[in-house]
Every structure is written in C-alpha cells, then in structure tokens.
C-alpha cells in the first residue's frame, strides 16, 4: 500500500527523549512509523503517528544529558517541523517517594502546575545563598491549557478505573516480541531503603549486600498497573543518586516534588510540553538501570493514552511557529564581539537588546524568534545561553537576561 506524501508541515507533535531505551519506547508505541522527509537540516528524527497524531521524535545525542543538550534539541526540532504545536517529553526519572506520595517503580508521574510552580522547577538553579543552598529565582513556563485538560480527563479516567496503559503495554510487547526487557520485572525487585542508608556494593552491580532492615515497609500493592502521580518534577543537570539529598531539595522546594529527572528545565520556556518519567530507580544511591525499559515503556504508553484525549483541532491547527521564517538578516543582528565571552552579561547594564525584525503576528511568533536567537548565540560563541533566559517585554523587543539580572529582579 502506498504511504501518502507528507511533509514537514503534517507534524504537530514533537516527542522528545534522552536515552536509547527510550527511544525504543517511543517507536515501539507508534502506530506506524513514516518514511523519512528529505530537509535541509541534519537533525535525525523518526516519524510516525499515534492515534491521529503526526509525530516527530527526537533523542539526545548519546552521552549528552542534561537541560541545555535538551533545549539545544527542542529548539532544532521547531525549527525543522514549524507547525509543531506541542511537545511531550518522554523517558524515565528517579521517584520521591514521600508520606504524600506511595510511588513504586514503574509508576509514572506527569508534571503538573503546584502553586506557584509551573510543573517543573529547575532545583540546581538560582542564587547561592550559602551552605550549598540555592535560592530559586525565576519560573519555568506552564504547559499550555489544553495539555492540562487533557491530563485532568486521564486522571479522571484513570480514578474510575477506565485505564488503557496495560492493554497498550501489551499490544506493544506482542508486536514486537524482540522487546522482552521491556516487560514488568516483578515487584520482589522493587526495594526502597530508608535516605540515610547508603548502597553497599556488590560484583553483580545489585542490593544483594544491601541489608533489608534498612528497606522502608511499604503494603503490597493488590494490582502491578502503574499508578499515575501528577505534580512537580525537579530538573537540574545532575544525576541525583543520594537519599538524603533527594529529600532534602524535595522538603526546600516546599515538599511537593515526586521526581527527579536531567531534561525538562531545559525545555519549559522554549516548548510548550507535559513531562512524563516513568519511575525507574528512588534518586538514592542503590539506583540501578535494571527498571529502566519497562518504565520507559510505561511513559510511552501513558503519552499514547494522553494523546488519545487530546482534542482533534490541535492535531492540524493552531501552530506554536508562524509559518514566517527567521530570516538570517534577524539574526546577524547579534555580533559575536557584543557577547561575553562567558556567557556572563556581568552587570545589569550589559544585559542586551536584541530588535525583533520578523512580523509579530503573536506571541507564538515571538516564542519562535527567541528560539532562533538562542540558536544563533550558541553556534556564533559555542556558549549555550541556557536556560534561555529570554523574555519577550515588548512586541517588538527581545531582552536577553543572564542569571545575574534575573536574580536582580529586572
Ligand atoms: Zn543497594
């Protein structure tokens, strides 16, 4: 049967992931996987669609974690495919299990605005007020209504039981029969010790010299289908691997946070998306990468199940790019010699504005044109000014702040 002809414009939904075995995931969701679309660009992307949707999926380079490699990604893939009108970031995380929330692994938490948290809080940025403590200056974005809506019709779902993850899990896993590491690897391996007790090593790289008396008790749940937690994910850039400092960062940031993840702070400002992380490990230093495809494969399928509620005018209106390019003139506005060579404007009377030539039909147009700009600084001084710390103040002006003004309040 032939495939119709699509084109970069057919593409509305940007997935983004870090990790290979995510990416697995991702695929293995799909409906159907699309042919390549021949572009200008060197960005690798798969294409398919998932329940009616067309989608675009990127991952990050392998060995280049963190918010700015995912930013540096979101930002090429706008560029690539302009009538993306949302994202999801898509993979695993490491679960805060608390009194407030009973998470297990291969859970999946889903960020979702707490007060004046936009869904995601960037918890390794802000100013340093002493005592390795960080004070939390400047938000992340929300994600768009719409997404928030969907998200609420699952939780509503998923409260009468009308849940359709394990029957998408084992669709996939009967499709593609290759994916046997991606199953439920049982519960008995599912252990969560008390912050302060720290890993013992073993040869097999497990908790096998790890003593049970130190595991916290947690009552056996009476189903293995995953639960789902909505609320706030702590993004920083690295890997957080110790008990005591998980809780710690989660009781600072006001004792909301479920997980703790190294993309999404990277993206909130620059990509309107909903971030799903299967929960693979408990951010302590007994992780381990055994849970790791099946909580991927249980993110890709909650993002299946979150695409199926979301309305059918987002899937071919309402695009986040205007179709107007970002013409180079716009961006050779900005000289090299302008730009610190650190990436640090040093004081508020260097922060820099930069004119916005492209017609503003929106705010979208701006979102566009920031991006372009970030894009542009990052390939004219190889300083990646990330988070982008860019605000639009004016419909015709861009502002670029640096960590130093924004701590100033400007
Ligand atoms: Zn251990």
Same mark, same amino acid.
Not at 117 to 132: A, H, L, P, T
């Given at each position: 049967?032939?495939?119709?002809? $699509?084109?970069?414009?057919?593409?509305t939904?940007g997935?983004?992931?870090a990790l290979?075995v995510?990416?697995?995931?991702?695929?293995?969701i799909?409906?159907?996987?699309?042919?390549r679309?021949?572009?200008?660009d060197?960005?690798?992307?798969?294409?398919g669609?998932?329940?009616g949707? %067309?989608?675009?999926i990127?991952?990050?380079?392998?060995?280049?974690?963190?918010?700015?490699?995912?930013?540096?990604?979101?930002?090429?893939?706008l560029?690539?495919?302009?009538?993306?009108?949302?994202?999801?970031m898509?993979g695993?995380?490491g679960?805060v299990?608390s009194?407030?929330?009973?998470?297990r692994l291969?859970?999946?938490?889903?960020s979702r605005?707490?007060?004046?948290f936009?869904?995601?809080?960037q918890?390794d940025?802000g100013?340093?007020?002493?005592?390795?403590?960080?004070?939390?200056?400047?938000?992340l974005?929300?994600?768009?209504p719409?997404?928030?809506?969907a998200?609420?019709e699952?939780?509503?779902?998923?409260?009468?039981?009308?849940s359709?993850?394990a029957?998408?899990?084992?669709?996939m896993l009967?499709?593609?029969p290759?994916?046997?590491?991606?199953?439920y690897?049982?519960?008995?391996s599912?252990?969560?010790?008390?912050?302060?007790?720290?890993?013992?090593d073993?040869?097999?790289?497990?908790?096998? $010299?790890?003593?049970?008396?130190?595991s916290v008790?947690?009552?056996?749940r009476?189903?293995?289908?995953?639960?789902?937690?909505?609320g706030l994910i702590?993004?920083?850039?690295?890997?957080?691997?110790d008990?005591?400092?998980?809780?710690?960062?989660?009781?600072?940031?006001?004792?909301?946070?479920?997980c703790?993840?190294?993309?999404?702070?990277?993206?909130?400002?620059?990509?309107?998306?909903?971030?799903?992380?299967?929960?693979?490990?408990?951010?302590?230093?007994?992780?381990?990468?055994?849970w790791?495809?099946?909580?991927?494969?249980?993110?890709?399928a909650?993002a299946?199940e979150?695409?199926?509620?979301?309305?059918?005018?987002?899937?071919?209106?309402?695009?986040?790019?205007?179709p107007?390019?970002?013409?180079?003139?716009?961006?050779?506005?900005?000289h090299?010699?302008?730009?610190?060579?650190?990436g %640090?404007?040093?004081?508020?009377? %260097?922060?820099?504005?930069v004119?916005h030539?492209?017609?503003p039909?929106?705010?979208?147009?701006?979102?566009?044109?920031?991006?372009?700009i970030?894009?542009?600084?990052?390939e004219?001084?190889g300083?990646?000014?990330?988070?982008?710390l860019?605000?639009?103040?004016f419909?015709?002006?861009v502002?670029?702040?640096t960590?130093?003004?924004?701590?100033?309040?400007?």
């Amino acid at each position: 049967m032939n495939s119709p002809q $699509r084109s970069v414009a057919d593409y509305t939904v940007g997935w983004i992931c870090a990790l290979p075995v995510e990416l697995g995931a991702a695929k293995a969701i799909l409906d159907e996987i699309h042919p390549r679309i021949s572009r200008t660009d060197h960005g690798i992307y798969t294409l398919g669609a998932l329940d009616g949707h %067309n989608i675009v999926i990127a991952c990050l380079p392998a060995g280049v974690y963190g918010t700015s490699s995912a930013s540096i990604v979101a930002t090429q893939m706008l560029h690539a495919f302009p009538s993306i009108s949302f994202g999801l970031m898509v993979g695993i995380g490491g679960g805060v299990p608390s009194r407030k929330a009973d998470i297990r692994l291969g859970d999946v938490v889903v960020s979702r605005p707490v007060g004046s948290f936009g869904g995601v809080v960037q918890y390794d940025y802000g100013k340093e007020v002493g005592n390795g403590k960080i004070k939390h200056t400047g938000s992340l974005n929300k994600p768009p209504p719409f997404l928030l809506s969907a998200i609420g019709e699952l939780e509503a779902n998923h409260s009468i039981g009308f849940s359709e993850i394990a029957s998408h899990l084992s669709q996939m896993l009967k499709r593609h029969p290759a994916m046997s590491k991606f199953m439920y690897p049982g519960s008995q391996s599912d252990m969560l010790y008390e912050a302060e007790y720290y890993h013992i090593d073993s040869p097999d790289g497990t908790c096998s $010299r790890c003593s049970k008396r130190h595991s916290v008790y947690r009552p056996t749940r009476s189903s293995h289908e995953p639960v789902i937690h909505y609320g706030l994910i702590a993004s920083g850039n690295k890997v957080m691997r110790d008990g005591v400092t998980r809780d710690q960062i989660a009781v600072e940031l006001g004792g909301d946070v479920i997980c703790f993840e190294m993309e999404a702070a990277g993206l909130m400002d620059t990509f309107p998306c909903i971030v799903i992380r299967g929960i693979c490990d408990y951010a302590d230093s007994h992780k381990s990468k055994s849970w790791q495809p099946y909580a991927a494969a249980v993110a890709a399928a909650y993002a299946k199940e979150l695409l199926s509620v979301v309305p059918v005018r987002h899937k071919t209106t309402q695009p986040m790019a205007s179709p107007t390019p970002i013409s180079r003139e716009t961006s050779s506005k900005i000289h090299r010699s302008q730009l610190p060579e650190d990436g %640090n404007f040093g004081s508020r009377n %260097n922060s820099y504005r930069v004119s916005h030539f492209v017609s503003p039909h929106s705010l979208q147009t701006n979102a566009q044109s920031m991006m372009a700009i970030t894009t542009e600084l990052l390939e004219l001084t190889g300083i990646n000014y990330s988070p982008p710390l860019i605000k639009a103040r004016f419909t015709f002006k861009v502002q670029l702040q640096t960590t130093e003004a924004l701590s100033w309040g400007i």
